[in-house]
């Protein structure tokens, strides 16, 4: 089955700076990968999805990378802000018939002022 | 973007209760949705998958008749914690795509369940 390592649990950062999270994945290249953020006590928020054809996708400060053959995606948040603290979810199709995602336990941000 | 609401926010019961959560797309229709459960720095780990009109499917360890999942219309899906006990204290989230060619999900809020 697929796994997903987010080898970060924790990034702490200064204000101004880009935060780069790293998402692994074994197994099978999935057809899409995609980003969201968690805040405490809150369902996860999609922010960002990129398909396996794509090398990078960019949405505002985010920019995301996909690199199938290392099997590894890049989240980079650039001129960060304390807003930007939270958890950050990879995650990727099960394979399954119903669509479900799995997830990666998440990289938590902080970002210092 | 499309909404899913989810209550309880937060629920308190004791041992042996039964606690029901819901979950209702505000402005789509969901003929799938997913149920999540999350354990303090871990990962959402799937416990079933919710289809309007049929029974649910549950993953690999999940009891389906411990945890009870309804989907009984379009734009609403529970889950029943049938006499809950503290080891099923647990943050559990719902979602569910806006459409069938949709891969991104939609999350509720989710529910803090705690079981004294």
């Known amino acids: 089955s697929q796994k997903i390592e987010q080898n970060s649990e924790a990034l702490n950062i200064q204000e101004g700076k880009t935060a780069t999270l790293t998402c692994n994945y074994t197994?099978?290249?999935?057809?899409?990968l995609q980003w969201y953020r968690q805040d405490p006590g809150r369902g996860p928020v999609f922010l960002l999805l990129i398909r396996e054809n794509e090398k990078e996708k960019r949405k505002e400060r985010l920019k995301v990378t996909f690199d199938t053959t290392l099997k590894q995606s890049l989240f980079h948040i650039t001129a960060s802000q304390p807003a930007d603290s939270a958890t950050y979810l990879c995650?990727?199709?099960?394979?399954?018939?119903?669509?479900?995602?799995?997830f990666g336990k998440g990289t938590k941000l902080s970002v210092k002022p | 973007g499309a909404v899913v609401s989810q209550h309880p926010s937060w629920v308190i019961c004791k041992s042996g209760t039964s606690v029901k959560i819901e979950c209702r797309s505000l402005d789509f229709q969901a003929t799938t949705m997913f149920w999540y459960r999350q354990f303090p720095k871990q990962s959402l780990m799937l416990m079933a998958t919710s289809n309007e009109g049929s029974k649910a499917t549950y993953e690999q360890g999940v009891e389906k008749d411990k945890f009870l999942i309804n989907h009984a219309s379009l734009t609403l899906s529970t889950l029943t914690v049938t006499s809950a006990h503290p080891e099923d204290s647990s943050f559990y989230i719902c979602?569910?795509?806006?459409?069938?060619?949709?891969?991104?999900?939609?999350f509720g809020s989710g529910t803090q369940l705690s079981v004294l």
């Open positions: 995650a990727l199709p099960s394979g399954g018939s119903q669509g479900n995602l799995i």
């Open positions: 197994n099978y290249s999935p057809a899409y």
């Open positions: 979602s569910a795509r806006s459409g069938t060619t949709n891969e991104k999900l939609f």
